[in-house]
């Protein structure tokens, strides 16, 4: 799961609607639409009375990140960890846990690989910032993608 998509669940959760997303993300429509698009399909948000909403599947993922990601604090905060690691296993841990619960029945008789979702991603020319494969525009920096 993106950094992206990570804040936008955090701001769900704490009640932000999407024009208060576009606002504090700065990007366009198009781009948040991609994203929440991609979220819906992962049954991680659901559109309810005209707000997106976390489902129980979004709210599970937050709390399990959540609290893995307190304990590699407090491994940081008593030196059992560096700083470089500790950022490392948090980027990892969003990602296996994203993974874990998107898994497709057959991924693993398939043949399909941890870095396999990695090739899903485009890189921005302009700051380097992983996007979505078929964005238009980056969601950072709002630099055009050619693709």
């Given at each position: 799961m993106t950094d992206?998509?990570?804040?936008?669940l955090l701001f769900l959760e704490s009640g932000y609607k999407i024009d208060d997303?576009?606002?504090e993300l700065d990007i366009d429509e198009e781009n948040?639409?991609?994203?929440?698009?991609e979220l819906d399909n992962k049954e991680l948000i659901m559109l309810e009375?005209?707000?997106w909403i976390l489902t129980q599947k979004g709210?599970?993922?937050l709390k399990e990140m959540k609290e893995l990601i307190k304990k590699l604090k407090v491994d940081y905060l008593h030196g059992n960890i560096n700083k470089e690691e500790f950022?490392?296993?948090k980027k990892e841990l969003e990602y296996i846990l994203t993974i874990e619960k998107e898994k497709p029945r057959g991924y693993e008789s398939e043949g399909k690989r941890f870095e396999?979702?990695?090739?899903?991603?485009i890189i921005c020319p302009k700051c380097g910032k992983e996007n979505?494969?078929?964005?238009?525009?980056?969601?950072?920096?709002?630099e055009q993608i050619k693709k």
């Open positions: 992206i998509e990570n804040k936008i997303i576009l606002k948040l639409a991609d994203i929440v698009i009375d005209n707000n709210k599970d993922l950022h490392k296993r396999d979702k990695e090739k899903d991603k979505k494969v078929g964005s238009k525009f980056c969601y950072k920096c709002g």
